[in-house]
Structure formats: C-alpha cells, structure tokens
C-alpha cells in the first residue's frame, strides 16, 4: 500500500517540476544534469 500511495504522491510531483524547469526537464534530469539538444537536419 505505501508503495502505491508513494507513486500516486510523487509522479505528479515530478511532472510537476517540468512545468516550472527553464529547458523543460524532468526531475530526474536534472538531478543527473542530462541534457536534449535538438538538431535540425
């Protein structure tokens, strides 16, 4: 159950945080420092 109750908790929270971030990304992102670049090809 607090398995469950953790991940109805803390996934909209960590969605939450791409709204608010500057590039878009994800809690999990950032905590890591990955960064997308996109290229026109």
């Not at 945080?17 to 950032?30: A, C, E, G, P, Q």
């Amino acid at each position: 159950v607090l398995f469950w109750a953790g991940n109805v908790i803390l996934t909209p929270l960590v969605l939450l945080v791409t709204l608010f971030s500057d590039r878009k990304r994800t809690l999990h992102d950032l905590l890591l420092g990955t960064v997308v670049t996109r290229t026109d090809s």
